[in-house]
């Protein structure tokens, strides 16, 4: 669903890829470091898991607007790739 939000607000199959393959990603990792210091799943934990996966959309969404805007301005096109 999280890759489906990013390619209605961006259009941009490239930054929908970038999300669908860094979402998984990063959250794999986050619960092999948990698992690797010996940490549990409590609920503060899960708690910051939304938290962390909304940023990381946010970033997806916004890093690639800004840089359209700043190119159109700029007079170099513009274009959010």
């Known amino acids: 669903m999280t890759?489906?939000?990013v390619y209605l607000f961006l259009n941009s199959w490239?930054?929908?890829l970038i999300t669908a393959l860094s979402l998984p990603t990063s959250?794999?990792?986050?619960?092999?470091a948990v698992w690797l210091c010996?940490?549990?799943l409590n609920f503060m934990s899960l708690?910051?898991?939304p938290?962390?996966?909304g940023s990381l959309i946010d970033d997806a969404i916004v890093?690639?607007?800004h840089r359209a805007?700043?190119?159109a301005r700029r007079g170099t096109g513009g274009t959010a790739r």
Do not use: D, E, K
Not at 27 to 32: D, E, L, R, S, Y
């Open 27 to 32: 959250v794999i990792a986050a619960f092999i």
């Open 14 to 16: 490239r930054s929908t």
């Open 3 to 5: 890759v489906f939000v």
């Open 69 to 71: 805007a700043t190119g």
């Open 38 to 40: 010996g940490f549990t």
């Open 47 to 49: 708690l910051a898991c």
């Open 51 to 53: 938290l962390a996966i």
């Open 63 to 65: 890093v690639p607007r």
